[in-house]
T-cell receptor
Framework: SQKIEQNSEALNIQEGKTATLTCNYTNYSPAYLQWYRQDPGRGPVFLLLIRENEKEKRKERLKVTFDTTLKQSLFHITASQPADSATYLCALDNQAGTALIFGKGTTLSVSS | NAGVTQTPKFQVLKTGQSMTLQCAQDMNHEYMSWYRQDPGMGLRLIHYSVGAGITDQGEVPNGYNVSRSTTEDFPLRLLSAAPSQTSVYFC?????????????FGDGTRLSIL
């Protein structure tokens, strides 16, 4: 079965720096990969979706890359702010295309 | 536009009790799903539905039942609660089963089984 790994449970950076989060997957070649943000006590909120034929996608200070050869997605937040502190989840559809499977998440803390 | 609404927000049960977690969406989405989120385990899929009258099992379905009689509602039933079912439960919806769409989540039900 497919496996998703977000290789850092926690990431601490200073305000203004670029945060880079990693998502690796195995045993599968998804057509899409998604990133979500989750704040404490809240449900995940969709941020970005990237397709397998898109190498990079941007939205304001967010950038996602998708390397199907490495089976890896990188999620970047530029000019990070304390308000960016949250848990970030990557997700992809299962092989049957019937459900989203999530990584365990990386908790980002941005200090001022 | 309320999105995905889950009730109750908190619940404490005794072992062996049954209960239903409610989920409703007002976006006319065909696809709905239930996840549980536990520390160190991430989000795990319990059941999902690709439309009214159609449900299927996810990764961790044991101890849970679902039904989908309307497009809007997707309740999750615990038949006989066990302490291992203590968790935060999230309901989610998306337009349909195609993977190229964002998924919308409710804010969860925090369930404790004593």
């Amino acid at each position: 079965s497919q496996k998703i790994e977000q290789n850092s449970e926690a990431l601490n950076i200073q305000e203004g720096k670029t945060a880079t989060l990693t998502c690796n997957y195995t045993n599968y070649s998804p057509a899409y990969l998604q990133w979500y943000r989750q704040d404490p006590g809240r449900g995940p909120v969709f941020l970005l979706l990237i397709r397998e034929n898109e190498k990079e996608k941007r939205k304001e200070r967010l950038k996602v890359t998708f390397d199907t050869t490495l089976k890896q997605s990188l999620f970047h937040i530029t000019a990070s702010q304390p308000a960016d502190s949250a848990t970030y989840l990557c997700a992809l559809d299962n092989q049957a295309g019937t459900a989203l499977i999530f990584g365990k998440g990386t908790t980002l803390s941005v200090s001022s | 536009n309320a999105g995905v609404t889950q009730t109750p927000k908190f619940q404490v049960l005794k072992t062996g009790q049954s209960m239903t977690l409610q989920c409703a969406q007002d976006m006319n989405h065909e696809y709905m799903s239930w996840y549980r989120q536990d520390p160190g385990m991430g989000l795990r899929l319990i059941h999902y539905s690709v439309g009214a009258g159609i449900t299927d099992q996810g990764e961790v379905p044991n101890g849970y039942n679902v039904s989908r009689s309307t497009t809007e509602d997707f309740p999750l039933r615990l038949l006989s609660a066990a302490p291992s079912q203590t968790s935060v439960y999230f309901c989610a919806s998306r337009v349909d089963r195609e993977g190229n769409q964002p998924q919308h989540f409710g804010d969860g039900t925090r369930l404790s089984i004593l």
